[in-house]
């Protein structure tokens, strides 16, 4: 199981890497691994502002459609246009290709209520 240190984690599986006021954000390897091949990711936030916790999109796989949950308040930058084509990026490279979209951080505060490698890593029982 892949948990990088330097990222943050929500208790909804994604993950966040923040850089200056600007957060990517992506599913983690454990979130991946438990929907199976990625066939298709919907993004309908670019542009808009989003509240955390707030639906930003969907995953869908071979046998299950995901919401996916901000991790931060902030307005959706960019999706990450290699996924139209291979959206198995997310499989295969979660935490590098596998990003799903860029979005400015508004509140920095909610940075310090997302989780550690390590608390994640409890949450999921690894």
């Known amino acids: 199981m892949n948990l990088p240190e330097n990222l943050k984690y929500t208790k909804d599986h994604e993950w966040v890497r923040i850089e200056g006021d600007v957060a990517y954000v992506g599913i983690t ?9 990625i066939v298709y ?19 869908e796989a071979v046998k299950t459609v995901s919401d996916l949950y901000s991790p931060l308040s902030g307005t959706v930058l960019e999706f990450n246009d290699k996924l139209e084509a291979s959206p198995e990026l997310v499989n295969s490279d979660p935490y590098g290709d596998g990003w799903i979209i860029k979005m400015s951080v508004s509140n920095t505060g909610e940075v310090n209520e997302l989780l550690t490698a390590e608390a994640y890593k409890e949450l999921i029982g690894h």
């Open 29 to 37: 390897d454990f979130a991946q691994s438990e929907l199976g091949d």
């Open 41 to 59: 990711v919907d993004i309908d936030t670019v542009d808009k502002e989003i509240s955390k916790e707030e639906v930003f999109g969907t995953v």
